[in-house]
């Protein structure tokens, strides 16, 4: 079942990523810099791929370190690949690896490219810590002062308040809204229980867990060699609970709205440190080199709706707006992967996608479709996981690739929500 | 054709050197010639107002003298002669009217940093290959152009004679702090910036230079009390380093002491007068010997020539993460820049590999030797797994597993199983037959032995063992691979134990068989690092391990019968859990990795007391002996292809006193017949141990020599 669109088949060959780590845990002392070079590196030896073949890398970075504003570059610089490689970096917040993957992809059905290597990094374990505007100010002025005592003239106008240090915020820049507070709003407004919520935190706990137990998911992870001595072996997430319990998780304080609220630190995704790399070809360069691809790009979709509404419904939109482009039916998705930024907003988005009220706002003669929950983050979501911002897109791709590849399914969808209000989808095929 | 060109421009005569059907440039008599005459134009052209002396080699300023030159020398007198004379030519640059500025790029060496350092001016180029140094003490000389001299004027006593008397090279950067260079600047202005310099010192004259240092500088350097500090302390760092037995960092020191204290006529003569005696002594004939061995070395491919063209190795697979595995990965790296992956049976293994590994490249990178960016680029060369995932591109796989026949072949069988078929499988092991590994290979003629020795980074020999079946292409993209990791390379026979372990065995067991006669195990050691060797053999097995000394021990037994068994001695420490410094348990104690003295429970073990008034005369003499008979033997057998070879591996092998030349050699100076005498003689005492080699005997009847005298 071919389609029209324009271009080269884009195929998926391969995905990698190092085990995704709670920020301050087992990356505390690593760079992002150091993870991306891991999972591409590793994945370049998986698929004994040699590195002269790349043309190009594409890496997602939501937060990146005021030393390395280009972290695909200093991937590009393996020593595996060629100097030649370009490389940029990019932010689509978290659907950021998501957008390195369909851009690699758009530079292959142009014909610009046969093989990139695309991807995702994050570590807030290494955030740059930046000083207050004012003091900014201060240290510039200092320093093109000509007189030493004019320079001590304009430091002593530093106040302590000043000196206190500005951290990147996980909030709207547009409204001042945190991520959480979203995903509060979205609980309420959308009627989303809190027993709602943690049943899909527990799911999301209890089935990564199992793939966790029968190698599908350490399958996709690259061993970290951590500590000192490089003898600390990291091979499987740390945040993954399978002891979770609903009522453990019923325990905990909601954390954005303590009277009324129903968010919690367990039904919520983590700070999370990891990358995540997908190898992305022209199908007949796939042909040529001897790989048999996990499956195609079929289409792909980016939607936004304004933050200062309910900010993680991009996906309902996005999705959509992709099976069109792919000219299919929810009816045909074998398996759906939904990135979970929090469990409020996932339901919010199923909710949605299954309402014909929705389905009327949207302009669709019908309902986008029902989840059907079997064939849905079957193996986890980044409630269990994490989620490195930059990264989750790459783990998607290559999750459900490979599980399209187990269950012999044709059509797969990956939906992401992302900060700004944005959403973005992708549709995954097989022959 | 002449060797150098002179452009004059605006007065400034730029001179460049480019010795012809040279790679680099050398200050033959030839060019001494061309250089004297050059030298008149400069004093005699009024249109000349400074000159600058520039290299026409890609990445050479001066390599040094001709040393083929110095082995044509037969008298004392004549040495000194060359020595008087390069000392006259050198003063001529420095009294020219015309300032001369030095422009260095690449090496800088002897007799070329000697001529620079009388310019009158030196910059040179901030590029890794521009090295300076005098390393003429390497080759049992001193620098005999005015270097004595001119160097400590220059950065100070202390400076100087760390440099003379080691022979080490400087990079530019340290030059540049030492004083031993005026500026430093990119390759691709070096003539712009010489000529600009000359230009200025045309006009303004010759920059005086600022006294440097600080109050250990004024102290030390600048009051003849405190030089006497430094000479004393000079002279007890030479004689613990050379053990007495190479007298040139004494006569250089002498040279340095003689020039700053009594002034530069007694110190250039006190320089010539050494440099006489050394040339022609026998120290310094011996180092140059094994210099022209080590040069035709790393011309030799062990093939015929022409017979094959090495392979690009562009990934490397070591299996076996453990200590020799991770020194192969880790040197790899650092030297070829080669894209290396590690395999061991668990992560954690492998974790322990790469970062073994990676000390190689973090231990230059902490001693400056690498910027923070080679040091990243080069550490992501190394990456491992617990499979085989990666192997399917590696042009060459070394496996280092633990010395089992039965472990190599099922490694060989899997490395086989995952590899293309052109990929070259090279075994590092000490003892094992390399066609015994091969014998169920697939690709017999892919398999060769690549013997490293432990530690892998500091240890300059690889043997490199072809079988019987093995494809001249394996052999010389091994011995180029070798040789690309800063290896000396020698291609061996396929025969136990190879050629330096063959030779050691004998030795080794002598040693042992002191120990169970009650001779002290410190006076065993001390004997023999009287003769010359860096560490005894008691401690030489520590540092080996004595599990593998064991091992190789019963493999020597099994295929040289009781000549070569091994006394019980090392199963008795083995039994007792002593492994040597790995497990910091063996002959000696260790403290913290350091060696603590001699364990003296140990002598408990093996039953027996130690006796007092060992006679040294015989101790020497069974184990030199034992060590010259085997050799002697193993060639005879073909274990190596010539005495050059030979005598390389031992000395880069084990330590064999460089200043005797290597066992072979030293037959040739002993006289084959002595030798031989002097077996037969242990043989009366001490059994057939010691039954002279039959090559000894088909020597003496060949008239004599290994070598042509």
């Known amino acids: 079942m071919h389609d029209s669109r324009p271009g080269r088949r884009v195929a998926i060959v ?52 005021v030393r390395v504003p280009n972290v695909a570059r200093e991937v590009s610089l393996l020593p595996q690949l060629l100097p030649s490689v370009p490389a940029y970096s990019l932010n689509r917040a978290c659907a950021s690896a998501a957008q390195a993957i369909t851009n690699a992809a758009d530079q292959i059905a142009l014909g610009h490219a046969d093989v990139v290597l695309a991807g995702g990094v994050e570590s807030l374990s290494d955030i740059p810590v ?66 709602a919520q943690d049943r899909l935190a527990l799911q999301s706990h209890q089935r990564a867990a199992a793939a966790t137990d029968d190698g599908r998911l350490t399958a996709e992870i690259a061993p970290w060699f951590g500590g000192p001595g490089m003898d600390e072996i990291v091979t499987a997430d740390n945040g993954i609970r399978a002891d979770s319990s609903l009522e453990a998780l019923a325990q905990l304080r909601p954390v954005f709205d303590r009277r009324y609220g129903t968010v919690t630190a367990g039904n919520a995704s983590p700070l999370t440190d990891g990358a995540a790399a997908v190898l992305l070809m022209a199908e007949d360069k796939a042909v040529a080199l001897g790989y048999q691809p996990l499956a195609f790009l079929r289409s792909y979709a980016v939607a936004a709706v304004d933050p200062g509404w309910q900010l993680l419904m991009g996906p309902v939109y996005a999705v959509p707006r992709a099976l069109e482009r792919a000219a299919i039916a929810w009816s045909d998705l074998g398996l759906v992967e939904i990135h979970e930024a929090f469990a409020s907003q996932v339901l919010s988005n199923v909710q949605a996608w299954g309402s014909a009220a929705w389905a009327e706002r949207l302009g669709l003669a019908g309902p986008v479709g029902e989840v059907d929950w079997e064939r849905t983050n079957v193996m986890g979501g980044s409630i269990a996981i994490g989620h490195p911002f930059g990264a989750t897109g790459a783990r998607l791709v290559t999750t459900l690739a490979h599980e399209m590849v187990r269950r012999d399914v044709q059509f797969g969808l990956i939906s992401i929500c992302a900060q700004g209000g944005m959403g973005s989808a992708l549709v995954l095929e097989r022959d | 054709m002449s060797a150098f060109t002179t452009a004059v421009e605006n007065g400034i005569a730029v001179v460049t050197f480019d010795l012809p ?179 200025r010192l045309a006009r303004e004259g010759v920059p005086k230079r600022k006294a440097r240092g600080g109050l250990s500088d004024l102290a030390l350097d600048r009051t003849a009390a405190g030089r006497r500090l430094v000479y004393r302390a000079a002279e007890r760092q030479v004689q613990a380093k050379s053990g007495g037995h190479y007298p040139a960092p004494l006569r250089a020191l002498e040279a340095v002491r003689i020039g700053l204290e009594q002034g530069i006529t007694a110190g250039l003569a006190a320089e010539h007068h050494a440099f006489g005696e050394l040339a022609v002594g026998e120290v310094s004939r011996k180092l140059v010997q094994v210099f022209f061995a080590t040069s035709a070395l790393k011309k030799d491919d062990g093939i015929p020539p022409g017979s094959a063209v090495p392979r690009q190795v562009r990934r490397l697979g070591i299996v076996g993460a453990g200590f020799m595995g991770a ?81 190599k072949r099922q490694v060989l069988a899997e490395v086989e199983a995952v590899t293309r078929p052109e990929a070259i499988f090279a075994s590092n092991t000490s003892t094992i037959p390399i066609h015994d590994i091969a014998a169920e290979a697939r690709r017999p003629d892919r398999v060769l032995g690549m013997h490293f020795f432990s530690p892998v980074e500091k240890m300059p020999l690889l043997e490199v063992i072809p079988t019987e079946a093995t494809d001249p292409e394996a052999v010389i993209t091994a011995v180029r691979f070798g040789r690309r990791m800063g290896k000396t390379v020698i291609v061996v026979a396929d025969r136990p134990g190879f050629w330096v372990n063959r030779i050691l065995s004998p030795y080794l067991n002598e040693a042992a068989v002191l120990l169970a006669e009650g001779v002290p195990i410190e006076v065993v050691d001390r004997t023999m690092t009287a003769w010359g060797f860096p560490v005894g053999p008691i401690a030489l097995l520590d540092e080996v391990g004595l599990d593998v000394a064991q091992k190789a021990g019963s493999v020597m037994h099994a295929a040289f019968g009781d000549r070569l068994r091994p006394p019980e001695t090392l199963a008795r420490l083995l039994a007792d859990g002593r492994l040597g410094r790995k497990n910091g348990r063996g002959f000696y104690r260790y403290h913290d990795g350091h060696k603590a003295g001699v364990d003296d429970s140990v002598y408990g073990l093996i039953g027996v007391r130690p006796i007092e008034n060992a006679d040294v005369t015989v101790i020497e003499r069974r184990l030199v002996f034992a060590l010259l008979n085997e050799a002697a033997m193993a060639l005879e057998d073909g274990a190596v292809r010539s005495p050059r070879d030979g005598d390389i591996g031992a000395l880069f092998g084990f330590g064999f006193p460089a200043f005797r030349g290597g066992p072979l050699r030293l037959i040739d100076d002993l006289g084959a017949q002595k030798v031989v005498d002097t077996l037969r003689d242990l043989e009366d005492v001490h059994g057939a141990r010691f039954s002279p080699a039959g090559g000894l005997i088909s020597l003496i009847l060949q008239g004599g020599r290994y070598y042509p005298a």
Request: net charge neutral; charged share 25%; glycine share 10%.
């Open chain 1, 14 to 65: 391969a995905g990698l990523r190092t085990p995704f780590a709670k920020s301050g845990t087992v990356f505390r002392e690593v760079s992002a810099t150091g993870l991306a070079r891991h999972a591409a590196r590793e994945l370049l030896v998986r698929t004994e791929l040699d590195g002269r073949e790349v043309d190009e890398v594409i890496f997602g970075q939501v937060v990146p370190s």
């Open chain 1, 130 to 195: 930046l000083h207050s505007r004012r003091f900014s100010q201060i240290l510039v002025e200092a320093g093109k002062a000509k007189t030493m005592g004019r320079r001590l003239g304009t430091l002593a106008r530093t106040r302590p308040k000043d000196l206190v240090p500005v951290t990147p915020a996980v909030a709207e820049p547009s409204t001042g809204e945190t991520m959480g507070q979203s995903a509060e709003k979205m609980a309420k407004e959308n009627g989303i229980s809190r027993d």
């Open chain 2, 327 to 407: 020194g192969i990965a880790g040197t790899a790296a650092l030297h070829v820049e080669v894209d290396t992956r590690l395999k061991d049976a668990d992560l954690t293994r492998v974790g322990k590999g790469l970062k073994l590994a990676g000390k190689v490249l973090a231990e230059r990178y902490q001693r400056r030797r690498l910027t923070r960016s080679q040091y990243e680029r080069l550490s992501a060369l190394l990456s491992g797994g617990a499979d085989y995932r990666g192997f399917a591109r590696a042009d060459l796989v070394i496996e280092a597993v633990f010395e089992d026949l039965a472990l």
């Open chain 2, 21 to 199: 059907g040279e790679p680099v440039n050398k200050l033959t008599d030839a060019v001494k010639v061309e250089f004297e005459a050059l030298l008149i134009r400069l004093r005699d052209d009024t249109t000349i107002r400074a000159a600058v002396l520039i290299s026409g080699k890609p990445d050479s300023f001066i390599a040094g003298a001709d040393i083929e030159e110095f082995t044509a020398l037969t008298t004392e007198s004549a040495a000194e002669r060359l020595s008087f004379e390069g000392q006259e030519m050198v003063n001529r640059v420095e009294t020219l009217p015309t300032p001369v500025v030095a422009a260095i790029h690449g090496a800088c060496l002897g007799g070329g940093l000697e001529l620079a350092l009388a310019c009158h001016y030196r910059i040179a180029t901030d590029h890794p290959k521009t090295q300076l140094g005098l390393p003429e003490v390497q080759l049992g000389l001193i620098p005999g152009a005015g270097g004595c001299q001119r160097l400590p004027r220059l950065i100070g006593a202390r400076a100087a004679l760390d440099m003379i008397l080691t022979g080490k090279s400087e990079r530019s950067g340290k030059a540049l702090r030492l004083g031993l260079v005026d500026e430093l600047v990119p390759p691709s202005i070096l003539r712009l910036a010489a000529v600009t310099a000359a230009d």
